[in-house]
């Protein structure tokens, strides 16, 4: 019940419309998705899940189908390494470890867009990272609720 309201939810804040000057600062909502799940809930993850999870992303988006699934598995297998060790350390280590791992996702994507043919534009992707870094705690802490509402509140809820 957990992973769907938070796929709603994350389907919401991408299909929200939001001003075009925000565009460049607007934080990458389905990554912050896949952060949670991998750093907090991974013994719950599934690649399954998040390859079909990330069909709707991709259409939103209009960027080849599994493109974000590529993208989602690499960044969980990232995080599910890192987990154990990143849920130790303060919000705000977290956000760095968080900024440096999507800049790593973010030149992925930026390297599968060129292939596919689209014309992404690097400093956007790095300043809408640095808006997910910035963004990380104010999303834990509503996926926190939102698991404690649906009674899922898992172990590390620190």
Not at 21 to 43: C, D, E, H, K, T
Not at 55 to 82: E, K, N, Q, R, S
């Amino acid at each position: 019940m957990t992973f769907l309201v938070t796929w709603v939810a994350s389907l919401l804040l991408i299909a929200a419309p939001f001003p075009a000057f925000m565009a460049i600062a607007l934080p990458q909502w389905g990554l912050l998705f896949v952060v949670w799940w991998s750093l907090m809930r991974n013994y719950q993850l599934s690649i399954t899940l998040l390859t079909f999870s990330s069909l709707p992303i991709d259409v939103l988006y209009g960027t080849a189908l599994g493109m974000h699934a590529f993208i989602f598995a690499l960044l969980a297998y990232v995080l599910t390494l890192l987990g154990p060790r990143v849920r130790q350390v303060n919000l705000v280590m977290q956000s760095v470890v968080v900024f440096f791992v999507l800049l790593v996702a973010s030149a992925v994507s930026y390297w599968a867009r060129t292939l596919t043919g689209l014309d992404p534009e690097f400093y956007i992707l790095f300043t809408q990272t640095l808006a997910s870094a910035i963004f990380w705690a104010p999303m834990r802490y509503l996926f926190e609720r939102i698991a404690n509402f649906t009674g899922e509140a898992g172990a590390d809820s620190s």
